[in-house]
């Protein structure tokens, strides 16, 4: 079994800056991702990272956020910089067991997931 435990959300002004991390304990893990939800939206992937380092970032926040991974301690976080009022949202941890030929960030292929972190962006 894997638990996924989410830190470092919070509040911050347009164009600053926020990190989140996530710990995951349990199974070895192969594939990490960042998923978020703002309401009445459906979640949507953020970025990822997998075994063989590969990393995928939605195009809203590529050049803004970057993710990262140290898999002896089997943690993954995200440094977010430039945000803005529509980065508002939960943002969940996820991981899969199970690799892929083809790394993506489909939600179903990730079968943990975190309590989720509010991230909240005023102008």
């Known amino acids: 079994q894997v638990q996924l435990v989410e830190s470092g959300g919070g509040s911050a002004q347009s164009g600053g800056s926020l990190r989140l991390s996530c710990a995951a304990s349990g199974d070895r893990i192969a594939e990490m991702g960042w998923f978020r939800q703002a309401p009445g939206k459906e979640r949507e992937a953020v970025a990822g990272i997998d075994s063989r380092d590969n990393i995928l970032y939605a195009d809203s926040v590529k050049g803004r956020f970057t993710v990262s991974r140290e898999p002896a301690k089997n943690t993954l976080s995200l440094q977010m910089n430039g945000l803005k009022p529509e980065d508002t949202a939960i943002y969940y941890c996820?991981?899969?067991?199970?690799?892929?030929?083809?790394?993506?960030?489909?939600?179903?292929?990730?079968?943990?997931w975190g309590q989720g972190t509010q991230v909240t962006v005023s102008s």
């Open positions: 996820a991981a899969s067991k199970y690799g892929s030929y083809v790394f993506s960030l489909r939600p179903a292929r990730f079968e943990h």
